[in-house]
């Protein structure tokens, strides 16, 4: 999953801004315009020190040069006090400055400030050339990915891109170069090897000098979010057009290995009845969620893989179990595993729907059988019996025993009246129920 948003960009929690060799600001962030409440447009190619001046923070310059750190600073009627600090880049021989600015609050007073931004900010910064190479990036590199600056510094960005996401982030990084701004989410490979999402905002700061401004955080857990939401959102849409118990489960498999390596479906008449994905042992785990009727998350003790699986409950009755195979990389929170488990239900209560379905087209088909065969019992007692009558009017010269054969009959013809009526009120029922099943 790979994307540009050209018009909305997201901009790092810290103020930054960049001066050439001279002094002069060739970027001043969004956050730097919302703390001193001025424009970039209205300091760029401007000495720093006559902007902070212009301001009513002159001292701010000189607490940044002299390394001082920490400074109070009034910006028209509003006191800031600020935490300050620098780091000196070389791109292509030219020299920069890149100073970091951040609004300092009584609790983070408290604290030791650098100590605090470096291990907390979140955001990835770094300076990269219209190639690709890294010029600069701020120790957060360290939290974020693992990586030591100097790990990274001088190396192509590309080469830390998942390969799978790599066509899509040039292209991107191509159009930023071309348009000046963008973002991408893409997967990054951090030192120990595996891959996180993360959302790159990026910017150039001069065409001229061909160089730009990458801020970069972890969004793993957000894109894993809204990656299982759109696979739950496809199984109910399965769920809801499933038209039998087959096509159901094999459509929920196929929704949910979009997410999970694996997965398997048990139901407690029939045992595994479905199995997807790759790599997937058959055990007793599902046996063993069955038989305690509550959620697992856990390892399992047969093939050493980390399982999730749910209970299948429909009106308080087990219909079966849904096991799940996670990879290494992924990760559960509760409320994942709150979601999953409704969605257990759900894939219950839509087999027990289906079932009940089956029962009364089975229940339509035996009925539709019987009046079948009842139409043909009633003519095959009909013609017997008008035989047995003309044979006692022609046959039988007792006067009193041919009465009394003649009233039988009537009497059986009485009832297989009764039984033609009754086999008219069968054919309409098996007319409501075509219509209605």
Known sequence: ?????????????????????????????????????????????????????????????????????????????????????????????????????????????????????VNNVRDVIALVDFDGKIHYVSPSLTFVLGYNVEEVVEKSVFEFVHPEDLTAVKKIFQEIVNKGVGKAICRVKRKDGEYVWIEAVGKVISFEERIGIISARDVTETVTLENLLRVINNVGKVIVHAKDRESLLNNVCNELTMFFPAVSIWLREEGLVKNCGKDFEICNFAEKVAKEGETVFETCEVCGKVKAAFPMIADGELKGVLVTCLDRTQKLDEEELQMLDVLANDIAFAIKALELEEAKRKAYRQIEDNIYKFAILVDEIKNPLMAILGLAEEKVEDEEVRRKIIEQVERIKNIVKKLDEGWLESEKVREFLRRYL
Request: glycine share 6%; net charge negative.
């Open 1 to 117: 999953m790979t994307n540009l948003e050209s018009t909305r960009v997201t901009l790092p929690i810290l103020g930054v801004i960049i001066v050439d060799s001279s002094y002069n600001v060739i970027f001043w962030n969004k956050t730097a315009e919302n703390l001193f409440n001025t424009k970039m447009e209205d300091v760029l190619g401007k000495n720093l020190k006559t902007v902070f001046e212009n301001i009513g923070a002159g001292e701010l310059f000189d607490v940044i040069f002299k390394g001082e750190k920490m400074a109070e600073v009034k910006v028209g009627s509003k006191s800031l006090q600020v935490f300050a600090f620098s780091e000196k880049v070389k791109v292509r021989g030219e020299e920069y400055l890149v100073i970091f600015i951040e609004e300092i609050t009584e609790e983070m007073r408290k604290e030791r400030l650098r100590e605090l931004i």
